[in-house]
């Protein structure tokens, strides 16, 4: 079956700019996590929600991202007045319970480049 | 504080051994990953360690101790595709992944 999908690939926004990503995660999976990755700096979760239920665990970047998941098997991650460091790979994963003992299955991420 | 470390950068001949070593310090732990990922591209799981001990998978090994908070990931008879970065990433009490910044391999003919 299809794995993880995300849209765009590529993003190019202009500083200040609110920027939405999109995630299609595996069916059937409950747990589904939002990671920004940079270079040299590894990856970091942002936020991740299991079922219909939010969670941001990071606590950080506070305020300006978020993520809703209006199916469940789809989430959106928002950010509200782009920065230039919010430039990055964005990784959705999604897991099956997120469980422990459970491996996340990563999508391809989305490349953002804020000007 | 949450701390993955491993090395930076890493180079190895076609045909040799390597060895990539991470030591973790997390608030819990459930499992310790390893993750392959090439320029562009997601990463791609590699394997997974909970219980101390050596898990072997064809030309790659992993191998964890918890009471040294460390691991390694061994690959045998490198090969060019061979060449990304490395991944670990540590379970911590709320089952979220902590991950280090990786290792770039590179290997040379």
């Known amino acids: 079956g299809a794995g993880v999908s995300q849209s765009p690939r590529y993003k190019v926004a202009k500083r200040g700019r609110d920027v939405a990503l999109r995630c299609d995660s595996i069916?059937?999976?409950?747990?589904l996590y939002w990671y920004r990755q940079t270079l040299g700096q590894g990856s970091e979760v942002l936020t991740y929600?299991?079922?219909?239920?939010?969670?941001?665990k990071s606590g950080r970047p506070s305020g300006r991202f978020s993520a809703e998941r209006p199916e469940r098997s789809v989430s959106t991650l928002k950010i509200q007045r782009t920065e230039q460091g919010d430039s990055a790979v964005y990784l959705c994963?999604?897991?099956?319970?997120?469980?422990?003992?459970?491996?996340?299955?990563f999508g391809p991420g989305t490349r953002l480049l804020v000007l | 504080g949450q701390n993955i470390d491993q090395p930076t950068e890493m180079t190895a001949t076609e045909g040799a051994i390597v060895q990539i070593n991470c030591t973790y310090q997390t608030s819990g732990f459930n499992g310790l990953f390893w993750y392959q990922q090439h320029a562009g591209e997601a990463p791609t799981f590699l394997s997974y360690?909970?219980l101390d001990g050596l898990e072997e998978k064809g030309r790659f090994s992993s191998f964890l101790s918890r009471s040294k908070g460390y691991s390694y990931l061994l690959l045998k008879e490198l090969q060019m595709k061979d060449s990304a970065s490395y991944l670990c990433a540590v379970g911590d009490s709320n089952y979220q992944l902590i991950w280090g910044a990786g290792t770039k391999l590179i290997i040379k003919p």
């Open positions: 994963a999604s897991s099956l319970r997120g469980a422990r003992q459970e491996t996340q299955y």
């Open positions: 069916s059937g999976h409950v747990t």
């Open positions: 360690n909970v």
């Open positions: 929600s299991q079922s219909d239920a939010q969670r941001d």
